[in-house]
């Protein structure tokens, strides 16, 4: 058996009823074989990132207790997207989505593999994924960056308004 390994898992949706779909994420990443939903964050609402033509994101973060590895649990992952009417072969990158589940951080692995790269490349720059993983996980360190509080501190945040 695997040994267990606390993963961060970014969620972000706009469209439909994002919140909801946030929710509902949720449950299915604690549903997941050999995986504990230890802990999620508060939703943010921020502007779209990369292409501003679109809808405000809700974003969170969870963090998991898991014993698959990073690519048993991106493949799961990827699966929750899908049932939630995610389809990444046809979507554009940017664009607007049902919902986006990016692997973080697994443990304190760096991990570069096609289709698969943690500690996620934009995540010291991103403030929707920062803050509400810095709310769960202050003493996370993002590998060849440094603490994720650093990070934080170190970008914008005023554009970041909770939800609820």
Known sequence: MNTHTVALVGLGANLGDAVATLRHA????DAMPHTRLLRTSRLYRTPAWGRT?????????????????ARELLDAMLDIEHAAGRDRDTGDRWGP????????LFG??????P??????PHLHERSFALAP???IAPDAMIPGIGPARAALASI????LKLVG
């Open 26 to 29: 949720f449950q299915h990443l």
């Open 53 to 69: 033509d679109q809808p405000d994101f809700i974003n969170a973060v969870a963090m998991l207790d898991t014993a698959l590895t």
């Open 97 to 104: 989505r049902t919902l986006d589940l990016d692997l973080l």
């Open 108 to 113: 304190n692995q760096s991990i570069d593999e």
């Open 115 to 120: 289709g698969l790269h943690v500690p996620h």
């Open 133 to 135: 993983l810095v709310e």
């Open 156 to 159: 914008d945040t005023s554009q």
